[in-house]
């Protein structure tokens, strides 16, 4: 039986972005090979941890939603344990309300983003100072 999941892991931090993408492939060919397919990726990048892993305090985020059987989760969970540039990793199954709920957060990002592009570039109007209030007329008379 086929179900979707949703993986993150978190690669140490000292990897270039060049060996990121290298173990982002390595991990979706992974997926795509054992029969798996591939829904999203998303690269959420260099995030503070909430406490130190490995004596690391940082670390290279990424998300990855496939549709899969059950026994390909332990394959995956055994090859990020044995690579080293992999310093956490939690992979769950999704339900439907989940599946739903990933589907409309992936639309959102999707349409902040073509708002983003399609918003043109405004400049900043200068600031204009409040005209200063008259001083009162002074009374020319003299008591």
């Known amino acids: 039986m086929i179900k979707q999941y949703e993986t993150v892991f978190i690669a140490t931090p000292v990897l ?24 999203y990726e998303e690269n959420w990048g260099l995030r503070q941890l909430a406490y ?11 998300l990855i939603e496939f549709k899969s059987t059950p026994e390909f989760v ?13 310093i956490r990793y939690l992979t769950v199954a999704l339900d439907k309300d989940a599946v739903a709920y990933a589907q409309k957060r992936r639309e959102n990002r999707g349409k ?27 009374n020319e008379e003299n008591a």
């Open 112 to 138: 902040a983003a073509e708002a983003q592009a399609e918003a043109p570039v405004q400049e900043e109007a200068p600031v204009q100072e409040a005209p200063a209030a008259e001083a009162p007329a002074e």
């Open 74 to 86: 332990d394959v995956l969970e055994t090859q990020y344990h044995r690579d080293e540039r992999i």
């Open 16 to 39: 270039s972005e060049q060996q990121m993408k290298e173990a982002v492939a390595k991990y979706t060919q992974l997926i795509t090979d054992n029969g798996g397919e591939v829904v």
């Open 52 to 62: 130190p892993i490995q004596h690391k305090t940082s670390g290279f985020y990424y």
